[in-house]
């Protein structure tokens, strides 16, 4: 579940045949996806000059998960959601994160705990 996100916009995974299988929302749900990145960019922008801490990493995070699970793009949707929360690092001064399984986590994990293990990835590499 993605808060602000119509549920039919969700995306989900099914099982078939012993497999899962990632379904991504209709771009017709795009709107709502990108109305929430606007807002969590513009958080972002009004915070990124004070200290690095919990709230403004969990916005990062948030920005991130609504942009890979949003699906956009036919390719490259984890090198560039990736690369452009690792920029929002460097603004506030701290070091990128490695791609690795990020987009993975993003995709099944609800957004409180994806937020804490995108905290965790950046003190991994920062603290």
Not at 38 to 47: G, I, M, S
Request: charged content about 20%.
């Amino acid at each position: 579940h993605l808060p602000k996100i119509d549920p039919n916009g969700c995306p989900m995974d099914i099982w078939k045949n012993n497999q899962v299988i990632h379904y991504y929302p209709d771009p017709k749900y795009f709107d709502q996806y990108l109305n929430i990145m606007k807002n969590k960019l513009e958080q972002f922008v009004h915070r990124m000059n004070h200290k690095a801490d919990k709230k403004i990493l969990g916005i990062i995070a948030n920005y991130y998960q609504y942009g890979i699970n949003m699906h956009m793009f036919e390719n490259i949707n984890q090198s560039l959601f990736a690369n452009q929360a690792n920029a929002m690092l460097k603004l506030l001064g701290l070091r990128p994160i490695e791609h690795g399984i990020i987009d993975f986590a993003a995709m099944r994990l609800q957004p409180e705990k994806f937020s804490n293990y995108f905290i965790d990835e950046v003190s991994y590499f920062n603290f």
